[in-house]
C-alpha cells in the first residue's frame, strides 16, 4: 500500500485556505470503504454470483460508479474533529472540441458551486481514505459546475463536470488515464451514446443504478417534472442550507412488477453523480443522475424516493443535463432490449398515448398553479407528476413527511378537482 499524507488538524486548515493540503507524509493504511448493506433494491449482474460493490479505491483507469469527490470536501472544526465527503464518478461525456469529461454532482465534486475551476477530483473520495488528502490521487480537475441556490430561485441542477486527466499506478508506472475513457461503469459496463428518450418515459419504468454509497440497486420510475425541496448540510467546506428543485425526475425504490407498495432504499449518502439508466444490462441508457433522497434509519427505510436531474429535455421546462452543459455520452452504440418482457409486459417500445399526453398537460398546469404554495407546507416534500389509477390517465403526486388526514385535507382543497395520489416521503436530503 503506497504511502499517504496523514493531515494533523493545523496543518489541514493551513491547506485548505491555499485550495490544497499539505503536511508530512507518513506510512499508513487507508481505512478501508464499508461494503453496502444489502437490500431488497440490491441486484445481481447476469452471469455473476453477486455485484461487486467494492466501491472505493481502484487501480487507474477507475471505472465509473465508484468513490471521487472534491480534494477539499474537507471541515475542520475547532475541536479537530474532521468531517470529509465524496460522491460517485457518474459518466463520462465529452464536449464539443472532444474533451473527455467525467459527470458528477455539484456537491460531490463542486461543494456546491463553491469550487474554483481546476480544483482536484480524487479517486477514491476522502472518507475512503480516513479523510486524508493525497493529491496523487486526482483523476480530474474541475471545469464547470452549477451552483446551488438556497434563496427563492428555483434549482433545475446538482451538476458539476471535470476533465480527465492521467494518473500513475504505482510510483514507478506510468501515468494512464484516471478514469475508463470508455465509460464503463462497475456492474452495468458502458451505457448507450444515445440516452432514454424522454417522451418514452412512463411510472413503472424498470431503472438501476450504480453508487459509491449502496452499490447496484434497481427501482421504477415514480414522477417526472417533480418540484421539492432538498437539505444541504453546511459540511465539508461547502455553504448549506435549503433548496427549491423543479422539473425533476423521480424514483421508487422496489424490485419492477412486484405488488406490494412498501419500498427498498434505492440510494443513498455518497449516491450523488451515480447514472440512473434503464434496466438493460446488454443496453443501458441514461435516464438521470441521482442527487438527493428521502431519508430514513435503516437500509430498507431510507433511500425510498430519490430524486434525479434528468439527461435529457423534455417538452415543458424539464431541461436536461446534455443540453445544459453542451456534452455528449461516451459509451457504446447498440439496441436497446424491450425493457417489461422480463415482466411479462409488451416487446412493444412505449410512447405516451395522446390521450395520456393530454392529462399530463392539464395536470402540469395544475402542479405549476399550486405548487409553490404547496410546498410551503413543511409537511410536503415534493409534488411531481406520475400515472393515475385508468389507462392514459395522470395525476398530481404528492409526497408527505407529516401524512395525516387534515394534510390530506388542506391538499385536496388546495388543487380542486384534481386527481391526487400519496406516498409516504421524508424531507429530501442532497446524497
Known amino acids: 500500500m503506497k504511502s499517504r499524507i496523514l493531515l494533523g488538524a493545523m496543518t489541514l486548515v493551513a ?30 449482474p447476469p452471469g455473476q454470483q453477486a455485484a461487486e460493490c467494492a466501491a472505493g479505491a481502484a487501480e487507474p483507469p477507475s471505472p465509473l460508479g465508484i468513490s471521487g469527490g472534491n480534494f477539499n470536501s474537507l471541515t475542520v472544526a475547532t475541536s479537530g474533529a474532521v468531517t470529509c465527503c465524496t460522491g460517485t464518478l457518474g459518466a463520462v461525456v465529452t464536449d464539443s472540441s472532444g474533451t473527455s469529461l467525467v459527470l458528477g454532482s455539484s456537491h460531490g465534486f463542486a461543494r456546491n458551486g463553491k ?16 479523510c486524508w488528502q493525497d493529491p496523487t490521487d486526482t483523476v480530474a480537475t ?23 486527466g492521467t494518473k500513475a499506478s504505482s510510483p514507478a508506472g506510468a501515468p494512464t488515464a484516471g478514469i475508463d475513457l470508455t465509460g464503463s461503469i462497475l456492474n452495468i459496463g458502458q451505457i448507450d451514446t444515445t440516452p432514454f428518450p424522454f417522451d418514452s418515459l412512463y411510472d413503472g419504468l424498470p431503472v ?13 420510475i415514480e414522477a417526472w417534472d417533480a418540484a421539492g425541496v432538498v437539505v444541504y448540510p453546511a459540511t465539508c467546506n461547502a455553504p448549506g442550507g435549503t433548496a427549491l428543485f423543479d422539473h425533476q425526475l423521480l424514483v421508487f425504490g422496489e424490485v419492477p412488477g412486484q405488488t406490494s407498495s ?14 440512473v439508466t434503464t434496466r438493460d444490462f446488454t443496453c443501458p441508457q ?5 442527487f438527493a433522497g428521502s431519508s430514513g434509519a435503516s437500509a430498507d427505510s431510507g433511500g425510498d424516493v430519490v430524486a434525479l436531474n434528468p439527461m435529457v429535455s423534455g417538452p415543458d421546462g424539464e431541461v436536461g443535463i446534455l443540453e445544459k452543459f453542451k456534452v455528449s455520452l461516451v459509451g457504446q452504440v447498440c ?8 415482466m411479462g409486459g409488451s416487446s412493444e417500445p412505449y410512447h405516451m398515448s395522446e390521450a395520456m399526453r393530454a392529462s399530463v398537460e392539464e395536470v402540469r398546469k395544475i402542479k405549476q398553479a399550486h405548487v409553490h404554495d404547496l410546498l410551503k407546507n413543511s409537511a410536503i416534500s415534493a409534488v411531481g407528476i406520475g400515472a393515475g389509477d385508468s389507462p392514459d390517465t395522470a395525476a398530481l403526486k ?24 400519496f406516498r409516504h416521503a421524508a424531507r429530501f436530503q442532497a446524497l
Request: proline residues 6%.
Open 398 to 421: 404528492v409526497y408527505l413527511s407529516e401524512d395525516t388526514p387534515e394534510i390530506r385535507a388542506e391538499v385536496l382543497r388546495e388543487v380542486g378537482n384534481a386527481k391526487v395520489k
Open 15 to 44: 491547506g485548505l485556505a491555499f485550495g490544497f493540503g499539505s503536511a508530512m507524509a507518513q506510512t499508513a493504511t487507508p481505512t478501508s470503504t464499508p461494503t453496502p448493506t444489502l437490500t431488497s433494491c440490491s441486484i445481481i
Open 262 to 275: 412498501s419500498g427498498c432504499s434505492f440510494a443513498g449518502v455518497s449516491d450523488s453523480g451515480a447514472i
Open 142 to 164: 474541475l471545469s464547470e459546475s452549477s451552483t446551488i441556490n438556497f434563496k427563492k430561485t428555483i434549482n433545475q441542477f446538482d451538476v458539476a463536470l471535470a476533465k480527465i
Open 208 to 220: 438501476m443504478k450504480m453508487g459509491r454509497g449502496s452499490c447496484l440497486t434497481q427501482g421504477v
Open 335 to 342: 439496441t436497446p432490449s424491450p425493457l417489461d418482457v422480463e
Open 115 to 130: 469550487a474554483s475551476v481546476n480544483e482536484a477530483i480524487v479517486q477514491p473520495g476522502l472518507p475512503d481514505l480516513g
Open 286 to 290: 441514461a435516464i438521470g443522475m441521482v
